[in-house]
């Protein structure tokens, strides 16, 4: 299903490109791609999918979109469709900021079975949710820090409990078992996440530098496979709705 909204995207962005390029072109010249776009049925997708409350919200204005360009797709002037087609296009954050990337239960069994090395390799990491925020996360809401904005150091992120409201990190591990210890286990793909993954070495490094209580915490570290999300200068510890399989 989020493959049909990228493909429209791809569509949307490759004629505004021959717009943009090909002095001129005629409206019949588009034609066959516009209609690749007009083909996909977006109020049965809206109905049919397991979308949050958002997402079809989404999936519906897109809908509205296309089918007034379908409309008039003959009739209006080159500008006009590119205009349409650039309002598309600026759905595409949106898309992947609050439709969660959806895979078969078959191959989400497989992932949530990998090792840790092969969770790493295939990238993917794990984290185990309470019930509250696992309905979260079935609603299409992203998962942050607890307080983004916070100066919690890596040591006692991970030593000191009394930090967890504090935190600026959210903490992730390549072991699926050790995530189902803290809760119901959700799969993140870490090319959709935002802010700064520290590994475990990364992690084991600074701890050694810096830590007073190394061993204490390298120790705990390495039982929970742990990862670290941080942030970055200039965006968030954010895991969005895009980048959870569950």
Request: proline content about 4%; glycine content about 4%; some cysteine.
């Amino acid at each position: 299903m989020l493959e049909q909204l990228e493909q429209i995207i791809s569509y949307a962005r490759a004629i505004c490109e021959l717009i943009k390029t090909q002095k001129g072109i005629q409206i019949k010249e588009i034609i066959p791609l516009l209609e690749k776009i007009i083909a996909v049925d977006l109020e049965q997708l809206a109905k049919t999918s397991n979308f949050s409350e958002k997402g079809k919200k989404i999936v519906l204005t897109l809908h509205a979109i296309i089918s007034d360009l379908s409309k008039k797709i003959w009739k209006a002037k080159i500008s006009e469709i590119e205009d349409s087609l650039n309002r598309i296009i600026f759905l595409e954050e949106r898309i992947a900021q609050e439709i969660p990337f959806v895979i078969p239960s078959s191959i989400l069994k497989k992932v949530l079975n990998y090792t840790p090395a092969k969770a790493r390799e295939k990238g993917f990491l794990f984290r185990g949710l309470s019930e509250t925020d696992y309905q979260k996360v079935v609603q299409g809401e992203s998962i942050f820090s607890a307080l983004p904005n916070g100066e919690v150091s890596i040591e006692d992120h991970i030593l000191d409990p009394t930090n967890n409201p504090k935190t600026q990190f959210i903490s992730l591990t390549a072991d699926a078992s050790t995530a189902k210890k803290f809760g119901k286990v959700i799969a993140i793909n870490v090319k959709r996440i935002r802010g700064r993954i520290i590994p475990p070495e990364e992690i084991e490094s600074i701890l050694r530098r810096t830590s007073s209580r190394w061993n204490q915490a390298k120790k705990l570290q390495k039982k929970n496979t742990e990862f670290l999300l941080g942030p970055t200068k200039r965006e968030l510890a954010e895991i969005p709705a895009s980048a959870i399989l569950h």
